[in-house]
């Protein structure tokens, strides 16, 4: 599901995940579900939970048919179930990732769980902490993949992490394996960062996201920091209806190379130095005073 693909009558689907755990003693639960409709080149971008487009009976539907099939196969450890959707909210399986995702932090945001402890606990021959119906969860989450690429193109950048300063706040998580001289290469995914945030609602959600990759600062690599804050603000997607070929209607304004840029702060800083006015600021008066 991705890229471009729809449904019969030309309707873009949607792509939903569950997340599922079982143990080694029989249990086996959902924590519902992640919308990763939000897609280019069938790369994920922007995942949210819970899905503005799953309604009670269908979040109740979906998670009992994830459960049924690890159980059906045996499986023992955290899982996650992908289905397709269409507008008739008839859900459809795609695959089960044998893992957590690299959007599992949205769940652990909106049920306050720790995932990672869970699998690890399961893995050492415990039981699941929790049944079923002591599993719930409140707000929304939003999560956006910070890449080293070009943000009109899309496509893979190399270069080097000259500085790093995530964003920072009480409903913000940044989860990076980057640091000021990190080299971004040609040999691994381009994935930088998730950048996480949480709110009471959908619409808070977003704006907390919005700004958080506003605030996030990375010099040295270009990223696509621009297409995430375009896709925040189509119209589809604040009116909560991702589907998998609404991110290729993100439209990102060119921005200078960095070779620009670095050029320009340059000269400002010679011209600095030597006592002399910045030449760009002279410009703007003298256009202005025309």
């Not at 909210?89 to 893992?99: Q, V």
């Not at 589907?243 to 290729?248: G, N, P």
Request: with cysteine; hydrophobic share 40%; glycine share 8%.
């Amino acid at each position: 599901a991705g890229g471009g693909r729809t449904e019969r009558g030309g309707r873009p689907p949607r792509h939903i995940e569950v997340q599922v755990f079982t143990d080694t003693r029989g249990n086996a639960v959902h924590l519902y579900e992640r919308d990763c409709s939000v897609q280019r080149r069938h790369q994920k971008v922007i995942e949210e939970a819970p899905s503005p487009f799953v309604d009670a009976g269908m979040r109740r539907a979906m998670g009992e048919q994830a459960v049924a099939l690890a159980k059906a196969v045996g499986y023992r450890s955290a899982g996650t179930v992908e289905f397709v959707t269409g507008a008739d909210k008839n859900f459809y399986f795609l695959e089960m990732n044998t893992r957590l995702q690299v959007e599992h932090p949205v769940t652990e945001m909106t049920t306050n769980l720790d995932l990672v402890a869970w699998q690890l606990q399961i893995a050492a021959g415990g039981a699941l902490p929790l049944g079923q119906d002591d599993i719930t969860f409140a707000g929304h989450a939003m999560e956006a993949r910070l890449y080293a690429e070009d943000p009109a193109t899309l496509l893979p950048r190399t270069g080097t992490v000259l500085d790093w300063r995530p964003a920072t706040g009480d409903s913000i998580r940044v989860d990076a394996g980057i640091t000021a001289g990190s080299e971004i290469g040609v040999h691994y995914d381009p994935l930088l960062a998730k950048i996480i945030a949480h709110g009471k609602d959908r619409e808070s959600a977003r704006q907390n996201l919005a700004k958080a990759i506003a605030d996030t600062r990375l010099l040295g690599a270009t990223t696509n920091k621009a297409y995430l804050l375009a896709l925040l603000e189509l119209p589809d997607f604040i009116a909560g209806k991702p589907t998998t070929t609404l991110a290729a209607k993100a439209e990102v304004p060119a921005t200078p190379s960095q070779e620009t840029v670095a050029a320009a702060a340059a000269t400002i800083f010679h011209h600095s130095i030597a006592g002399e006015p910045d030449p760009w600021r002279s410009a703007g008066q003298a256009r202005c005073a025309k």
